[in-house]
């Protein structure tokens, strides 16, 4: 775990001001057209690009390497030419980086979540969570079992926390667990004001939690490059006041 001095020496700061933009999407494993441009012109000028369902195909990875200093990712399975899971893309070398697997009970395919973290202007230490949440599976049991160790680095961890991506919480159950979940870590969910978010069941599946910062914008962009639709928030990092 981070606070227990596993971490790399500290090295730059992901952002060199007090703004930090980060673009969520479930890329869709780049099967439709469009996906390119899309990242091309809403993630390149982010912080941090969380994506689930991403493949590593040359073309994602070029991008990646041309934009980003880092780019780590959780595999959740191989396809027959590339891996598929979570890929976090980021301004800064993370100085931490734990993967984490669960797999679908019904299905027996694994989702991926990824956590890292990266040092702030202000030397704080910011902790990103990027997950793509178990699917199919029979109650909240698994769904909540995904949940528990990224609870207990959140908890032990001292500073701002992003935790966002894909969490598939399309029933009355997992919305409850999830929401409980981000209260009991202290997390804030980001509210959009025009919702365009992909639902399911009448319930939105992509959320960004965050803690120990502040909102200034925050948008979901439509698009047909996916089957969802990418968020992009921008965090001001000065600690908020408390209330």
Not at 44 to 62: M, R
Not at 101 to 108: I, S
Not at 114 to 139: E, Q, R
Request: glycine fraction near 4%.
């Amino acid at each position: 775990m981070l606070h227990v001095g596993q971490a790399l020496p500290p090295g730059t700061p992901i952002s060199t001001e007090a703004t930090l933009r980060v673009l969520v999407w479930n890329i869709f494993k780049q099967q439709r057209a469009d996906w390119m441009s899309v990242l091309q012109n809403f993630g390149k000028h982010a912080h941090l690009v969380l994506l689930q369902e991403a493949q590593t195909t040359p073309e994602l990875i070029h991008f990646a390497t041309s934009n980003y200093l880092a780019a780590d990712q959780v595999p959740a399975f191989v396809l027959p030419q590339h891996p598929s899971g979570v890929m976090t893309l980021a301004a800064a070398h993370p100085v931490y980086c734990c993967p984490l697997r669960e797999r679908e009970p019904l299905l027996r395919l694994a989702k991926s979540a990824l956590i890292t973290a990266y040092p702030l202007p202000d030397d704080s230490m910011l902790m990103v969570v990027n997950i793509h949440a178990v699917n199919f599976s029979l109650g909240i049991d698994v769904y909540s079992k995904q949940l528990g160790p990224i609870g207990e680095q959140i908890l032990h961890h001292q500073g701002p926390v992003i935790m966002a991506g894909d969490f598939n919480a399309w029933s009355r159950q997992r919305i409850n667990a999830l929401y409980r979940f981000a209260r009991e870590m202290g997390l804030r969910e980001v509210r959009f004001t025009d919702d365009h978010r992909r639902k399911a069941f009448g319930r939105p599946l992509d959320f960004v939690f965050y803690r120990d910062m502040n909102v200034s914008e925050a948008s979901v962009l439509v698009t047909q490059a996916s089957d969802h639709n990418p968020l992009l928030v921008e965090f001001q990092t000065t600690k908020p006041e408390r209330l």
